[in-house]
């Protein structure tokens, strides 16, 4: 019985192959290491939020319609000027808290109209101001 414990040659044959399993072995431990001491990436950014009205009661909510013509329409009732207009606008922003204003321009109101009624709500001091009725545009 005789066992071949090298590659044919002799006793006195040299191997020139490296043995690589000791190496793997080592590689793997350090892996597992790094994997181990890396800490958790977490993905979360951190924002204050603002805390809402404690009553827990939803805002006020103001229409705003602005007509074809350039007439402002607040919660139905048309108004006559922009004194009036800004009147309305300016007891909305020192009401606590402050409605939200829900401004819906007709289809066919000029750019100019909407864009000075937003001027004086933003001069006055409204923060919640939304434009609602965008479906009419898609068409």
């Known amino acids: ?39 958790i990436q977490t993905h979360a950014v951190k924002i204050d939020m603002p805390i809402g009205p404690s009553s827990g009661a939803p805002p006020a909510v103001v229409n705003l319609e602005i007509d074809f013509d350039g007439t402002a329409i607040w919660n139905g009732t ?20 402050q409605p939200e204003v829900h401004v819906k321009p007709n289809r066919l109101a000029k750019y100019e109209a909407v864009a000075k009624t937003l001027a004086h709500a933003q001069r006055l001091g409204l923060t919640k101001v939304g434009f609602v009725g965008n479906e009419q545009y898609t068409e």
């Open 78 to 97: 048309p108004l006559k000027s922009t004194a009036e207009l800004d009147r309305y606008l300016q007891d909305s922003a020192a009401a606590m808290p």
């Open 1 to 39: 019985m005789s066992l071949g414990v090298g590659p044919a040659g002799g006793p006195d044959h040299v191997v020139s192959e490296m043995n690589t399993t000791p190496l793997i072995d080592v590689m793997l431990v350090l892996l597992v290491m790094l994997i181990l001491t890396i800490p």
